[in-house]
């Protein structure tokens, strides 16, 4: 069976509410919650290797995000 490709902008705009939730818990700051789901975006589209299964971006997702939040609070200090 063939992978189907994941339409990342499709799946970041349905998945953006409960990340944009997950962010927010992690990073506490109002202001840094759309720079740090930027980044998630950004990771998401240049993502190399293609997923191998589609049923998994949400938990995909779940990971970048609070990889992203880390990264963002390691910065900040």
Not at 42 to 71: E, F, G, H, I, K
Request: net charge positive.
């Amino acid at each position: 069976p063939r992978q189907r490709a994941v339409d990342w902008s499709r799946e970041l705009a349905i998945h953006d509410r409960w990340l944009r939730t997950i962010v927010a818990a992690r990073v506490r700051e109002r202001a840094a919650v759309d720079e740090v789901l930027q980044e998630v975006r950004l990771a998401a589209l240049a993502q190399r290797s293609p997923l191998a299964d589609a049923n998994r971006v949400a938990p995909w997702l779940y990971r970048l995000a609070v990889l992203q939040c880390l990264m963002y609070r390691r910065k900040a200090g």
